[in-house]
């Protein structure tokens, strides 16, 4: 966690911080952005017992949208909705007769971001909200009660951000954060799912 949130610093450094003028960070905004997400997913399969090395990575990547500004004393606040596509899977065996799999699709969530300036074009901030992921869930094998199925995950996100606004009304991003998933059952398949998101943004400001 704490090198993600040094190469989301090293990302704000590369865009020239401190070298636009200041255009704000006060009102509506739109933006795109891309990265990566990792899954770390403990998992339990009714008499076998816990399943170790359930976890899988891929490219995540949508759109996002929000409302914000900053008070006199310096300090930001808003709100933001995104959408997110996601290919992020993982499968594991089951002591070599059968297969467990969770395979992350589309999410969605709610945030509300509290930050401070470090100077006048640049916002660091905390983040705090709530996503909702797509996952399909699998267990397949002889001996187990074999399912599959759609569902949707929920849970509190967590994390860290620096945003570099240029005076064009364009400003660029670097996001890490964390979300804790509820615990969902498949047939005998059970998963206690946790992702951390690792992201870079493009966005506009009206």
Same mark, same amino acid.
């Given at each position: &966690?704490?090198?993600?949130?040094?190469?989301? !610093? !090293?990302?704000?450094? &590369?865009?020239? %911080?401190?070298?636009?003028?200041?255009?704000?960070?006060?009102?509506?905004?739109? #933006? *795109?952005? %891309?990265? +990566?997400?990792?899954?770390?997913?403990?998992?339990?399969?009714?008499?076998?017992? $816990?399943? $170790?090395?359930?976890?899988?990575?891929?490219?995540? #990547?949508? %759109?996002?949208?929000?409302?914000?500004?900053?008070?006199?004393?310096?300090?930001?606040?808003? %709100?933001?909705?995104?959408?997110?596509?996601?290919?992020?899977?993982?499968?594991?065996?089951?002591?070599?007769?059968?297969?467990? +799999?969770?395979? !992350?699709?589309?999410?969605?969530?709610?945030?509300?971001?509290? *930050?401070?300036?470090?100077? /006048?074009?640049?916002?660091?901030?905390?983040?705090? *909200?709530?996503?909702?992921?797509?996952?399909?869930?699998? @267990?397949?094998?002889? #001996?187990?009660?074999? #399912?599959?199925?759609?569902?949707?995950?929920? +849970?509190?996100?967590?994390?860290?951000?620096?945003? @570099?606004?240029? /005076?064009?009304?364009?400003? &660029?991003? *670097?996001?890490?954060?964390?979300?804790?998933?509820?615990?969902?059952?498949?047939?005998?398949?059970?998963?206690?799912?946790?992702?951390?998101?690792?992201?870079? +943004?493009?966005?506009?400001?009206?």
């Amino acid at each position: &966690m704490h090198r993600n949130i040094l190469a989301v !610093a !090293a990302f704000a450094a &590369m865009f020239g %911080i401190g070298t636009a003028q200041a255009s704000g960070f006060n009102g509506g905004y739109v #933006g *795109g952005q %891309i990265g +990566g997400a990792s899954y770390d997913i403990d998992a339990s399969v009714s008499g076998v017992g $816990s399943l $170790s090395g359930l976890s899988g990575t891929g490219v995540t #990547g949508g %759109i996002f949208a929000g409302y914000g500004g900053v008070s006199d004393g310096g300090v930001y606040g808003g %709100i933001e909705i995104d959408a997110q596509a996601e290919d992020a899977d993982a499968t594991v065996s089951i002591d070599g007769e059968g297969t467990a +799999g969770v395979e !992350a699709r589309h999410s969605y969530g709610v945030t509300g971001r509290i *930050g401070g300036l470090v100077s /006048d074009n640049v916002l660091v901030y905390g983040l705090l *909200g709530y996503q909702q992921t797509e996952v399909r869930s699998s @267990v397949r094998g002889p #001996g187990f009660v074999n #399912g599959s199925d759609t569902d949707r995950i929920n +849970g509190p996100r967590i994390g860290a951000g620096v945003e @570099v606004q240029r /005076d064009t009304g364009w400003f &660029m991003r *670097g996001e890490v954060s964390y979300t804790a998933y509820s615990s969902e059952s498949y047939g005998d398949l059970e998963i206690d799912p946790g992702a951390t998101r690792v992201q870079f +943004g493009l966005g506009y400001r009206f």
